[in-house]
């Protein structure tokens, strides 16, 4: 039965559908982020590890390890019924139109929602180079692999978050403006420009189109004081009616929930 992560997310705060484990590049087991969440008063959980990718990548899940993967769901699921619901879920990347949450691969596998996030970026070669994670790696490849054309690597962001949109195949729009975290640190003034905004406004209206519900990424919070997408654009997503679901992106157990309270608070306050 697919999930209604709309009435969800519309009805409680007591869930989170997006975080990593030892299937992925989290730092603790999804035992461990279960019991956390639970302790946190989480009544739904859904495990997202990076889905396998057909590159090289450390962060994301072997495609060997997808059936082991499954069933620690099904026996922590035994362990936390009823009071907790797991989810088996993927943080499925788009990596173009030959791999993402539309193919056969994603379609067939027994997850109850997926999440459709970009990390990769294609250069103007085509090389596709891993932008999410530390402004030291982004700053060399904005250098060498992107010709140090910061608008180039932003467009080309959006351009592969709107092509995921219309290819569909998923139900939760992940971080979609992760990019304008190392973006910001290269040109703090990115996210004020008129072309950046209309990229937003782009966002907004394949997202509605999509029918799918966006995410508000809380993993950044704590350290960097930021939520993706950045809270103004929350206004945009909030007056499409677009619904919206506040996860932490956990890669570790005692930041299970991080930051979301801090993001219902905000959401609350600007209602
Ligand atoms: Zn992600
Ligand atoms: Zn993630």
Redesign the pocket.
């Known amino acids: 039965m697919p999930t209604d992560l709309a009435k969800i997310v519309t009805t409680t705060d007591r869930y989170n559908f ?3 484990t030892q299937f992925c590049d989290g730092r603790d087991s999804m035992e461990s982020i279960a019991s956390a969440s639970r302790e946190a008063g989480l009544i739904h959980l859904g495990f ?1 590890p ?1 889905s396998p990718v057909p590159i090289a990548s450390p962060c994301n899940m072997d495609k060997e390890r997808v059936e082991e993967f499954y069933e620690e769901c099904d026996r922590l699921r035994g362990l936390h019924s009823p009071e907790m619901n797991i989810y088996t879920s993927m ?1 499925i990347d788009w990596l173009g139109p030959d791999w993402g949450p539309h193919i056969d691969y994603f379609q067939n596998q027994p997850l109850d929602y997926r ?1 459709g ?1 970009v990390h990769f970026v294609p250069n103007q070669d085509g090389v596709l180079l891993d932008c999410d994670g530390r402004f030291e790696r982004f700053s060399g490849y904005l250098k060498d692999g992107y010709k140090g054309d910061l608008r180039y690597v932003v467009e080309k962001y959006f351009e592969q978050v709107l092509m995921m949109l219309e290819r569909g195949g998923f139900d939760i729009l ?2 979609f403006d992760k990019i304008a975290g190392n973006a910001s640190q290269a040109e703090p003034e990115i996210e004020h420009q008129g072309w950046y905004e209309s990229l937003v406004d782009d966002v907004v209206s394949h997202a509605m189109t999509a029918g799918v519900v966006v995410e508000i ?1 809380t ?1 950044a919070y704590a350290d960097r004081d930021r939520f993706y997408p950045a809270v103004k654009w929350w206004d945009k997503l909030r007056n499409a009616g677009l619904p919206l679901a506040v ?1 932490s ?1 956990a ?1 570790v157990a005692a930041k299970a929930v991080a930051g979301r309270e801090d993001a219902f608070s905000l959401l609350r306050s600007v209602e």
Do not use: L, V, Y
């Open positions: 997006h975080a990593h997202t990076h943080e999440i996030s992940g971080h990424n993993k996860d992106d890669h």
